[in-house]
Every structure is written in structure tokens, then in C-alpha cells.
């Protein structure tokens, strides 16, 4: 009976050790999978409804941005934007520029518009309208680059061609590839 009560003790003592052991590594696995979800992309800041002015130089509005929904990543420097209205500001040369969707590069001062990108001349007599499907912004340069196909109207003038270079400071627009073009006059 001795010995029963020996090996009924020493059983209990070993499966509490085994008990506690296993609780041990179970914590230290669950420990090394919340440390591995740490390094896992998450968003960080996002803003509805939201409008940015970025001032140049000179103290003046160089740009502004108005987007329906702003989201950014825990790993780097590029935000995505939702219907974002894109306004370049120059003294002589102003575009208002929309899209579906965006990003914006902090690091590289890009923004760069995808889906149904529209620019759009302001405060001109004969207006330039641009429409293409993916258009990049150097906000401080203020020059807009594409490589996609683009469609240029301006009244009875229409342009295709593949790609361009808008720099907004000069006001100079330069179609990079097969162009073709229409005039019809309106009568």
C-alpha cells in the first residue's frame, strides 16, 4: 500500500511537471507568433473626406489634394488615395486632374493617379482636356509623365498619342510617341 501511494505521488508529480512544461513552450510558441505578426503590413493612418494643401517656394499654394479616403501602411512611405482631385497651381499654367484611385510616393514626391485619369486645363480660352489611364506627378518639379495611351481634345482638335511629359511650370506639353490627330471645325 506503501508503495502505491509512492507511485500514485510520484505520477502526480510528474504530470504536473510535464503539465507546467507544456504550458512553458505553449507560451513561448504563442509569444514567437505574436512577435512574427509584428512585422506584418498594417494600416496606420486613414482619413475620409480630407483635403492637403502643399505650399511651394514662395510660400504659395503649390498644389492641392482632395481624396474620399486616404490609407497608409506601417511598412513605408506610400499611401493610397480614392477619388482623388489633384490641383497644380502655377501662375500661368493651372490643371484640375481626377481619378478613381492613387498613391502617393513621399519618398520620391510622386503621386501617380490610375483608372480614368482626366486633366483638365483651367483658366485658358481654348481649354486642353487630357484623358488617360495612369498619369505621375512630381509635386515639386510639377512636371506629369505617362506612358499610356492618351487622348488630348482642345475644341476642334484631337490628338492620340503614346505617352507625354506636362511640365505645368513652363506649360509645355510633349506627346512622346504615334501621334495622330483630327481637326474639325466647328461651325
Known sequence: ?????????????????????????FEEDKDEAINDDDDARFVDLFIRDFTLTAMNE?????????????????????????????????????????AKTGEIDNDNHLIILHHDVVMQQQQAEFPVQIETSQLKINTNSQIARSDQPVNII??????KAK?????NSTGELELLANVKGNYAPVD
Open 154 to 159: 482642345q475644341r476642334e482638335l484631337k490628338l
Open 163 to 167: 505617352g507625354l511629359i506636362l511640365n
Open 1 to 25: 500500500m506503501l508503495l502505491v501511494k509512492h507511485l500514485l505521488t510520484l505520477s502526480i508529480f510528474v504530470i504536473i511537471a510535464l503539465a507546467f512544461w507544456g504550458l512553458q513552450n
Open 58 to 98: 514662395d510660400g504659395k499654394p503649390g498644389y492641392t489634394l482632395q481624396a474620399s479616403y486616404f490609407e497608409h501602411f506601417s511598412d513605408g512611405s506610400n499611401s493610397l488615395i480614392e477619388k482623388p482631385v489633384l490641383h497644380l497651381l502655377q501662375a500661368n499654367s493651372n490643371w484640375i486632374i481626377t
